[in-house]
């Protein structure tokens, strides 16, 4: 008994062995020759720009080493030893498909929007804030991610999304916020009142096939892509690549998306904020009037 599971364990030892013998074959496909330790080509001229940084690769990639190939792993595709522990999964860099862009859907995302990513890190999620790094080890870092996809030699990052000025907060607008989130349905995701439970969260996955929940308003938790209204401005505009959480920017026009923005900080109850205070005051005065979000509402009615 003790023998055979002995026999076991060494031929699957050795499988492994064979594996990991045949991985930086494998690795030949890149351009440069292959790095023993890390699926990544051995010279690495990727470069970022992050304002007046300017951040290296060949940096990137010690680093890279030290802190990410855990989660991301070392052939970037975010099958690091931690994956298997984790939910959401660690991203796959050989994608090039990023959640929090300025730039349009399906457009690589400037560098300054990765090296934003990678200081804020994803709340409610294992991927933490790298703030304690240096500005610089930042920027290497972000240069260094772009060796995983050949897309970056290929294509120019999307154009950074204009975003005007942001009017007044009012009843009205965010009344008119209110009739978006009800007419192009983002409820049917998040939920008639934010709490991410819309009839259809439950069915939801990501690009990977794995099940993914919308974003609750109601726990006041920042968002993943930022924490400002211009940030959620940008979230809904540009979409949250790689899930099923859509870009809205051919939808939305003129003070739409400020609308939209006023009426969202009303269903973060537990954060406070102006548009919030003036909900709660108009509630309170015309609640009856209030016609509920959902499948049977008028509220979207123009
Ligand atoms: C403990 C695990 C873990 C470690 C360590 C880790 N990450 Fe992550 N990372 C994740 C997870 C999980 C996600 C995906 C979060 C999501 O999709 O909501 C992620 C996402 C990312 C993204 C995607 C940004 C976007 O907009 O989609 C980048 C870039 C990134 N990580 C860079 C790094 C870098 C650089 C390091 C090392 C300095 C690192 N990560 C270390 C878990 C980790
Ligand atoms: C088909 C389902 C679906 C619809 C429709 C949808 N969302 Fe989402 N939304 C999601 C999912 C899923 C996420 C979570 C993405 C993640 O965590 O990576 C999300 C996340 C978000 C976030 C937070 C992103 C972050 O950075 O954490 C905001 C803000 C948001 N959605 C706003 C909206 C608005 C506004 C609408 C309607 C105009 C809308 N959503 C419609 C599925 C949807």
């Known amino acids: 008994m003790i023998s055979s599971k002995f026999v076991a364990t060494f031929a699957l030892g050795s499988i492994a062995l064979l594996t990991f013998g045949a991985a930086p074959a494998t690795a030949q496909s890149h351009v440069n020759s292959p790095d023993p330790l890390l699926g990544a080509p051995s010279v690495n001229t990727e470069e970022s720009h992050i304002g007046t940084l300017t951040g290296h690769a060949e940096e990137g990639k010690h680093l890279y080493r030290r802190y990410c190939i855990g989660c991301h792993g070392p052939d970037g595709d975010g099958n690091g030893m931690n994956a298997q522990w984790i939910d959401p999964k660690p991203r796959d860099f050989t ?129 993943k892509c930022g924490a400002t209204n211009q940030d959620i401005y940008r979230i809904f505009m540009t979409g949250v690549d790689g899930t099923p959480m859509p870009s809205f920017h051919d939808t939305l026009t003129g003070n739409d998306p400020w609308d939209l923005v006023h009426f969202l900080r009303t269903l973060q109850i537990s954060y406070p904020s102006k548009e919030l205070d003036l909900w709660q005051g108009y509630v309170a005065s015309h609640g009856k009037d209030i016609k509920p979000i959902g499948p049977d509402s008028a509220a979207g009615a123009q």
């Open 95 to 223: 994608e090039a498909t990023f959640k929090c862009r300025s730039t349009p859907t399906g457009t690589l995302p400037t560098d300054q929007d990765l090296y934003n990513a990678i200081t804020r890190g994803f709340i409610n999620t294992n991927m933490p804030s790298w703030k304690p790094l240096t500005e610089q080890q930042r920027a290497d870092l972000v240069a260094f991610i772009k060796t995983w996809s050949p897309r970056w030699a290929k294509e120019k990052p999307g154009d950074v999304l204009v975003i005007p000025a942001e009017p007044p907060v009012t009843i009205e607008s965010i009344l008119h916020g209110r009739e978006l989130f009800q007419k192009l349905e983002c409820w049917k995701c998040h939920g008639p009142a934010g709490h991410g439970d819309g009839p259809s969260a439950a069915t939801l996955t990501d690009s990977k096939d794995n099940p993914i929940r919308p974003y609750n308003f109601s726990t006041g938790t920042r968002f």
